[in-house]
């Protein structure tokens, strides 16, 4: 079965710091997806930043990057400059390729210290 | 795009009485939809997957009698809480997907049940 774990219930960082959410999941399928939500206090998820797992290369969005080990199983996000409104619940999830259900982490609280 | 909308964003029942909650894709056509619940401080929970002009496959452990769910067209699924109670009381959010891929969920903005 798949599992998706976070094992930082909270984290907080400086503004204009890095900082970096981990991720560990488990599967026996080699073509899948991860993904990374952002749900701020209005409850939105919000899409951050998807890895196909056939791609080597880390995925990057403006100041969100992953760090994708696939043979780990480790899926990691690196937040640079980090904003007041990068403030958020984070979820990890993955999701198998030609599967419907997308299985979630148990989320990261992520404060930003000003 | 890909713009995914709920109604009500927030509603408070008296215990016993059913409730409707409405999930539309506003821009696209949402061959599935999903219904997940979500506790304070939790993560989701999906409480149901389901596909235009099908019945909805129920996750283990969720009343399908209880949570009546309906996806009669490409663009609205609809939640019913039946006879709510206070334990029924949570945020729920749907979700939907094109079906070209599921790779990507779009998410609504989420209902929030109070059952007094």
């Known amino acids: 079965a798949q599992t998706v774990t976070q094992s930082q219930p909270e984290m907080s960082v400086q503004e204009a710091e890095t900082v970096t959410l981990s991720c560990t999941y488990d599967t026996s399928e080699s073509d899948y997806y991860l993904f990374w939500y952002k749900q701020p206090p209005s409850r939105q998820m919000i899409l951050v930043i998807r890895?196909?797992?056939?791609?080597?290369q880390n995925a990057t969005e403006n100041r969100f990057s992953v760090n994708f080990q696939k043979a780990a199983k480790s899926f990691s996000l690196k937040i640079s400059d980090s904003q007041l409104g990068d403030a958020a619940m984070y979820f990890c999830?993955?999701?198998?390729?030609?599967?419907?259900?997308?299985?979630f982490g148990q989320g990261t609280r992520l404060t930003i210290n000003p | 795009g890909a713009v995914v909308s709920q109604h009500p964003s927030w509603v408070i029942c008296k215990s016993g009485t059913s409730v409707k909650i409405e999930c539309r894709s506003l821009?696209?056509?949402?061959?599935?939809m999903f219904w997940y619940r979500q506790f304070p401080k939790q993560s989701l929970m999906l409480m149901a997957t389901?596909?235009?002009?099908?019945?909805?496959?129920?996750e283990q452990g969720v009343e399908k009698d209880k949570f009546l769910i309906n996806h009669a067209s490409l663009t609205l699924s609809t939640l019913t809480v039946t006879s709510a109670h206070p334990e029924d009381s949570s945020f729920y959010i749907c979700?939907?997907?094109?079906?070209?891929?599921?790779?990507?969920?779009?998410f609504g903005p989420g209902t929030r049940l109070t059952v007094l």
């Open positions: 890895q196909e797992a056939y791609k080597q």
């Open positions: 821009d696209f056509q949402a061959t599935t």
């Open positions: 389901s596909n235009e002009g099908s019945k909805a496959t129920y």
């Open positions: 979700s939907a997907t094109s079906g070209r891929s599921f790779n990507e969920q779009f």
């Open positions: 999830a993955h999701i198998i390729q030609g599967a419907q259900k997308l299985v």
